[in-house]
């Protein structure tokens, strides 16, 4: 299996750097809605003074970090394989003695990942020069406790993503539920705004989510504004959504391979 796995890393890591305009491309649709944000909040702070105890500083180092966080936890599925249902090219991968979804498309959207990565890493380093963020709170063990929560979001996050892109094998519009889906996240993880700031309700509701582990508790991780309380919580409710999600996916992907049909399937 690992031999699989560092053979289909070679190929999808080299077809990557194929589509370097395709990369920029999604880097910068990635990019655009936090660095609004990370703009709009920190003058809205800068001229109250603050917002509801969040400095200026507050919201720039949140959202500094939100960039990262987001760039590990998201995920591409839906573009790279919802397409294959609808026209049936994915026939040619059923065959194969892999999973499409949880091998090769996997590795593909970790290579992606990487990638994006890379050339967040510049685009970082002038917002650092230009916000100037104060990183008083961050520790080593807040940075190590974020990398298994951002690692069990990320793959919550691809999980529920590859059915909803299965959702392909019923309708054409498996897109329209992903970007309701994608709605939610942006709502319950943090990414519009900082949890703390929304309204009591929405805070409650998103304790039982699996959205807050894709930004929200990763970034307040990094920042050493967690309670033990509140890490142990979290985990425990990742690792509940992260069995969930994977039953829900096979579900999902069962019942739809059962359905599909191609030419020359």
């Known amino acids: ?39 709009v909040w920190t003058s809205i702070a800068t001229t109250k003074g603050d917002v509801n105890g969040f400095t200026a500083n507050d919201f720039i180092t ?17 573009f790279t394989t919802g397409y294959k249902i609808q026209d049936g090219t994915l026939s040619g991968e059923l065959i194969r003695p892999i999973h499409p979804i949880l091998t090769n498309a996997l590795v593909n959207n970790i290579a992606f ?46 999980l529920l993503s590859a059915a909803i892109t ?50 929200y508790y990763p970034i307040q991780s990094i920042l050493g504004k967690l309670s033990t309380e509140q890490m142990i919580q979290g985990y425990v409710t990742g690792g509940v959504w992260l069995v969930l999600s994977m039953i829900f996916f096979n579900w999902v992907w069962r019942n739809g391979v059962k359905r599909f049909s191609a030419v020359g399937a």
Not at 119 to 148: A, D, H, Q, R
């Open 62 to 78: 949140y959202y500094m970090v939100l960039l990262i966080c987001d760039q590990i936890t998201s995920n591409i599925i839906i």
């Open 166 to 215: 299965s959702l392909a094998f019923w309708t054409t519009r498996s897109h329209s539920v992903h970007e309701f889906f994608y709605a939610l996240i942006l709502l319950f993880s943090g990414q519009f705004v900082p949890l703390s700031l929304m309204p009591d309700v929405i805070q409650k509701i998103a304790q039982y989510l699996p959205f807050q582990l894709l930004m």
């Open 1 to 39: 299996m690992f031999l699989i796995f560092k053979r289909l890393w070679q190929v999808n890591w080299a077809e990557q750097w194929q589509y370097r305009a395709n990369l920029i491309m999604y880097l910068l649709y990635w990019l655009v809605s936090p660095i609004i944000y990370l703009a």
């Open 113 to 158: 990942k990487a990638l994006t990565l890379m050339g967040l890493i510049p685009i970082w380093i002038i917002l650092f020069f230009l916000f100037k963020p104060e990183f008083s709170g961050v520790t080593l063990s807040g940075i190590l406790i974020s990398i298994p929560a951002m690692i069990l979001g990320f793959f919550i996050n691809y």
